[in-house]
């Protein structure tokens, strides 16, 4: 069963993080205007041209993403996401733009209790999975909203990555849906970052941000993954490892690749997974 009191800590956690992670893009509506896209080679690969598609964003976060695959791959793209302030930003976004896609404010697990369409793909990427309480209820999900031959697109870090606290060390599991509730809640990771997110050169924006909600983050493995779209009567067709990681730098000592990519420091293995990708078709 879905745990919606976490999700609605987070829903609060996101919030606030949201606005911080903002503040450091500068003007986002211009980035876009000027042709600007915050797709990864990874994605655009899997989505491919997308005329004529409709897609289904999850976790679509302030719609960045949304709206460079409705520009540049040509989906008529709906995005999704629990945070108010995400969605709020996300329309104005697409206004400012000129880029239209529509944006729905909900849960995921209402929104597949109360869906009213199917899509020819539904897409998830970049730090979702950990959001989520029921992987099962997650994949029956993906499949009711998808049309007969659509596809689900998964990028997202590898579990093996949140295995580590920030000096390396072995504190978490790698599997089991492991609820590990933060006091400190979703923090500026786009700060964390630096030059290398998404948006061009970044702001100084807010400083030293503390977010004042917790945030509870759950550990699915591979396997499990899987597993859950395979449950739901999905048919696995790719699935893949990287050992690195894009647009986001967990661990300072990280080696920055080029085009925003993260890679093991190099006092440290450097095949560790640390990103994946999946797509899952169905056939029916």
């Known amino acids: 069963m879905p745990l919606r009191a976490h999700h609605e ?17 500068g003007d986002q509506a211009a980035f876009f205007r000027r042709g600007g896209s915050t797709l990864f080679p990874e994605e655009r690969g899997l989505l491919g041209d997308l005329a004529g598609k409709t897609l289904l964003h999850l976790q679509c976060n302030c719609g960045q993403d949304s709206l460079s695959i409705a520009k540049h791959l040509g989906a008529d793209v709906t995005g999704l996401d629990i945070s108010d302030e995400a969605i709020r930003f996300a329309r104005k976004l697409s206004n400012d733009s000129g880029i239209d896609a529509r944006f729905i404010r909900a849960d995921i697990y209402d929104y597949f209790l109360d869906k009213r369409e199917q899509f020819n793909l539904v897409f998830s990427s970049y730090g979702v999975l950990c959001w989520l309480s029921d992987l099962a209820a997650w994949g029956r999900g993906i499949a009711s909203c998808l049309a007969s031959g659509g596809r689900f697109v998964l990028v997202d870090f590898h579990p093996a990555l949140s295995m580590f606290n920030e000096t390396w060390e072995l504190r978490y599991d790698f599997m089991g849906g492991t609820a590990y509730e933060f006091e400190s809640g979703v923090g500026d990771y786009v700060a964390l970052t630096g030059a290398a997110a998404e948006i061009d050169k970044l702001l100084p924006g807010l400083q030293d941000f503390h977010n004042p909600h917790p945030g509870v983050e759950y550990i699915w493995g591979i396997a499990e993954i899987v597993t859950a779209l395979l449950e739901a009567g999905l048919s696995l067709s790719h699935l893949t490892e ?19 990519r993260f890679a093991m420091p190099a006092h440290l293995p450097q095949n560790i997974p640390l990103m994946f990708s999946l797509m899952a078709e169905k056939t029916v």
């Open 242 to 260: 990287y050992n690195y990681c894009n647009g986001f730098k967990p661990m300072s000592d990280m080696v920055e690749l080029s085009a925003r």
């Open 9 to 25: 800590m987070n829903r609060r956690s996101w919030n606030e993080a949201t606005k911080a992670h903002n503040s450091h893009k």
